[in-house]
């Protein structure tokens, strides 16, 4: 997978501007506040049509325009194309490939990205909501019938939350209450096999990205830290939660636990049980990284996911994706980030911010790569070494 070139319209701080990137590692580099970070979050829009950090789509435009523009030319396996993510203020995004009209669902993982933005430290920081967004996202930039089968198991949540709320503000005797009451058997029915499909589907993901992962965060931490990672099944009867569960097994427990909560949804609204409710725990030397990993511990178990995710990826579609890191020397000591750098494979498109650049010029000495300066929303100098 490679971005051949990029091209901005009223894009954040942004006015006009067209990237040609190299197939090799690109550093954009600048001081802060600069549009270094801007660049890439229209990268990852390309791939995902969203921005992590965006709350509101008209924040990504130009505070001075109505609309902007997020344009970029691709090579897979050969072939080019192109995908254009036009924003407007007042109004929905529209998405266009190869010059046709499209969704935005039809867009969705045609680039392949791994991305590190510096926030993704709340994957292992952050509530359990953060990491099942983490696996249910990567699963799902490569593996669209997960991505399907996701959707339509929240969608089953969230119908069946809303007859939770009904059933809740009607009296037992009312007439609709047995009404509603066999509309929560119906979703009942079908949770148990699109469940096991999510939770099959992160299994299969946390026993696969965590071998890569802890091969480097070792390596990044020069063999001082050993990474484990469990998922936590909210279904499951052991203490710590992390055994697999079989089909049948996983099944009988969910019915058995849909049952049993019945009467504390409908008092919550909720539904309480289920891989929505699960959670991933990362462990640094068999301690849980969210309670005793140190600042750079923890951006480093960040990264390693995300260096892990190139192989995930390469296995899936046999291909490397595009890895995108902002801010790649902050938090970390010289040792890490030489560690670091010296681990992405030249094969692998790169793109890079930072504040410093003198770093990389050390560390990549032999290798093809172009710099960036971003300056007040463009490029003011384009050099290679
Ligand atoms: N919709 C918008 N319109 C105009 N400017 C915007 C808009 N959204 C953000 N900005 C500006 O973009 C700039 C931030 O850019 P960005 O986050 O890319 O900086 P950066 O170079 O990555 O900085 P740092 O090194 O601090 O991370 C800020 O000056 C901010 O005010
Ligand atoms: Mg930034």
Do not use: W
Request: a positive charge.
């Amino acid at each position: 997978m490679q971005i051949l070139c990029v091209h901005l319209l009223s894009f954040r701080n942004i006015l006009c501007l067209e990237i040609a990137l190299s197939p090799g590692i690109n550093l954009f580099y600048g001081m802060n506040g600069q549009g270094k970070t801007n660049i890439l979050e229209s990268i990852e829009i390309l791939s995902t049509t969203r921005s992590q950090r965006a709350f509101k789509e008209a924040e990504l435009v130009n505070h001075a325009a109505d609309s902007a523009l997020v344009h970029g030319s691709f090579l897979k396996n050969d072939l080019d194309f192109e995908i254009s993510v036009n924003y407007f203020k007042n109004k929905k995004k529209t998405c266009v490939k190869n010059g046709k009209n499209t969704t935005a669902d039809a867009i969705f993982g045609s680039v392949n990205i791994v991305k590190f933005f510096p926030k993704d430290v709340e994957i292992i920081c952050g509530a359990p909501a953060c990491r099942r967004r983490y696996a249910d996202m990567e699963i799902s930039l490569t593996d669209r019938h997960y991505y399907n089968n996701y959707k339509n198991y929240i969608k089953l949540i969230e119908s069946r939350n809303a007859v939770l709320k009904s059933i809740s503000e009607i009296s037992e005797h009312d007439r609709k209450y047995l009404e509603l009451l066999n509309l929560i058997e119906s979703y009942d029915e079908l949770l148990p096999d699109i469940a096991y499909k999510v939770y099959r589907g992160r299994m299969e993901f946390i026993k696969e990205i965590s071998i890569y992962a802890n091969r480097s965060h070792q390596m990044i931490s020069s063999n001082e830290e050993k990474l484990d990672m469990r998922y936590r099944c909210c279904l499951s009867e052991n203490i710590d939660k992390s055994i697999d569960l079989n089909e049948n097994l996983f099944k009988s427990r969910l019915i058995f636990l849909l049952k049993k909560n019945l009467k504390n949804d409908i008092i919550r609204r909720l539904t309480n049980i289920g891989p929505h409710k699960d959670d991933i725990e990362f462990l640094i030397n068999e301690k849980p990284a969210r309670i005793f990993g140190s600042t750079g511990q923890i951006k480093t178990l960040a990264v390693s996911l995300k260096l892990a995710q190139i192989d995930y990826v390469f296995n899936k579609i046999g291909d490397y994706p595009v890895l995108l890191i902002d801010d790649l020397t902050s938090e970390f000591d010289s040792r890490r980030l030489f560690n670091i750098i010296g681990s992405i494979s030249k094969e692998i498109q790169t793109i890079v911010t930072s504040t410093d650049h003198e770093i990389f010029k050390t560390a990549f000495s032999a290798a093809n790569i172009k710099y960036f300066q971003v300056s007040g929303g463009g490029i003011i100098k384009v050099s290679s070494g």
